[in-house]
């Protein structure tokens, strides 16, 4: 599948499922498109949905240098940066790119009120606007870079618009290095996740660590969340009973795809070929 027509089915997914997933996603009203995480410290659904937004904020705040410029890569609705425009100060400007016309329409209506501070734009991440070279000092993707199936011009733009100075942050779903071996034993699942999750790439982390050095990027640090996942909710025991006998139906509606493909991701954590991690990068010379 060339670029061009999976950022388009991308786009659409997300046109199509975004008011369900903020619907019957238990997120605290947060708006946050991904998933909870229920680390250390965390007693509600709130804080469990912004866990991983907390991490970008710690980031932000621990950096030596100061952040101006923040740009979200793969934004949704903004939950993310409307949760660090309350964080940080009021001089950082806040960015966001999203496939999806319709979460950028609502993400720009919730920040009507910033004052031009935070902005939602219609992009694709392959593709970032000229202007924007070298004018960021972090960037992030929270559960976006699945979705790229040309994963080094994904790196090359984040490096062309990033200061020499710039972090790049990534918090996905990362396969383990079998999946991509012929004896692997869940195929079907593997698909399921390609095709109904969007997964655009199945990169490992060795092999996300060579393409970023190629890149201009080293990795500084990366934690497993895979722990803090909630999984095994009476939910997904419904959603794969559902898969199990009831494949047909998902042509029905695209929000059953969704559940199928989010069927997958629980599948892959409950057996093992897929993690939930943070990756730190940091510019370096090529």
Same mark, same amino acid.
């Given at each position: 599948?060339?670029? %061009?027509?999976?950022?388009?089915?991308?786009?659409?997914?997300?046109?199509?499922?975004?008011?369900?997933?903020?619907?019957?996603?238990? =997120?605290?009203?947060?708006?946050?498109?991904?998933?909870?995480?229920?680390?250390?410290?965390?007693?509600?659904?709130?804080?469990?949905?912004?866990?991983?937004?907390? @991490?970008?904020?710690?980031?932000?705040?621990? $950096?030596?240098?100061?952040?101006?410029?923040?740009?979200?890569?793969?934004?949704?609705?903004?939950?993310?940066?409307?949760?660090?425009?309350?964080?940080?100060?009021?001089?950082? *400007? @806040?960015?966001?790119?999203?496939?999806?016309?319709?979460?950028?329409?609502?993400?720009?209506?919730?920040?009507?009120?910033?004052?031009? *501070?935070?902005?939602?734009?219609?992009?694709?991440?392959?593709?970032?606007?000229?202007?924007? =070279?070298?004018?960021?000092?972090?960037?992030?993707?929270?559960?976006?870079?699945?979705?790229?199936?040309?994963?080094?011009?994904?790196?090359?733009?984040?490096? *062309?618009?990033?200061?020499?100075? %710039?972090?790049?942050?990534?918090?996905?779903?990362?396969?383990?290095?079998?999946?991509?071996?012929?004896?692997?034993?869940?195929?079907?699942?593997?698909?399921?996740?390609?095709?109904?999750?969007?997964? %655009?790439?199945?990169?490992?982390?060795?092999?996300?660590?060579?393409?970023?050095?190629?890149?201009?990027?080293?990795?500084?640090?990366?934690?497993?969340?895979?722990?803090?996942?909630?999984?095994?909710?009476?939910?997904?025991?419904?959603?794969?009973?559902?898969? *199990?006998?009831?494949? $047909?139906?998902?042509?029905?509606?695209?929000?059953?795809?969704?559940?199928? %493909?989010?069927?997958?991701?629980?599948?892959?954590?409950?057996?093992?070929?897929?993690?939930?991690?943070?990756?730190?990068?940091?510019?370096?010379?090529?």
């Amino acid at each position: 599948m060339n670029e %061009g027509t999976h950022s388009k089915e991308v786009s659409q997914y997300y046109d199509q499922n975004t008011r369900l997933f903020n619907m019957f996603g238990k =997120t605290g009203g947060t708006g946050n498109i991904h998933a909870s995480l229920w680390g250390p410290g965390v007693l509600t659904s709130t804080e469990a949905s912004n866990f991983t937004n907390r @991490l970008i904020l710690n980031h932000i705040q621990t $950096r030596k240098n100061r952040v101006a410029n923040v740009l979200d890569l793969g934004c949704g609705t903004g939950a993310s940066l409307s949760y660090l425009c309350n964080q940080l100060a009021v001089d950082t *400007r @806040l960015q966001g790119v999203t496939l999806s016309t319709r979460q950028a329409n609502r993400a720009n209506r919730l920040f009507l009120s910033s004052s031009g *501070r935070v902005e939602v734009h219609v992009a694709d991440f392959h593709h970032l606007p000229d202007p924007w =070279t070298g004018q960021f000092d972090v960037a992030f993707a929270i559960e976006s870079f699945v979705h790229s199936n040309q994963p080094e011009s994904f790196f090359l733009e984040a490096k *062309r618009i990033l200061k020499p100075t %710039g972090d790049l942050i990534l918090i996905d779903t990362f396969p383990e290095p079998e999946i991509n071996e012929p004896e692997f034993g869940f195929t079907n699942e593997v698909t399921d996740y390609q095709q109904f999750w969007k997964a %655009g790439n199945v990169l490992d982390l060795n092999q996300i660590e060579s393409l970023a050095n190629r890149c201009g990027f080293e990795i500084r640090s990366e934690i497993d969340l895979t722990d803090y996942v909630e999984k095994d909710r009476l939910r997904d025991r419904w959603i794969a009973r559902y898969v *199990r006998t009831c494949k $047909r139906m998902t042509a029905l509606h695209p929000y059953l795809r969704a559940l199928r %493909g989010g069927n997958a991701v629980q599948a892959g954590f409950r057996h093992g070929w897929l993690t939930y991690r943070q990756i730190n990068l940091a510019s370096c010379s090529i």
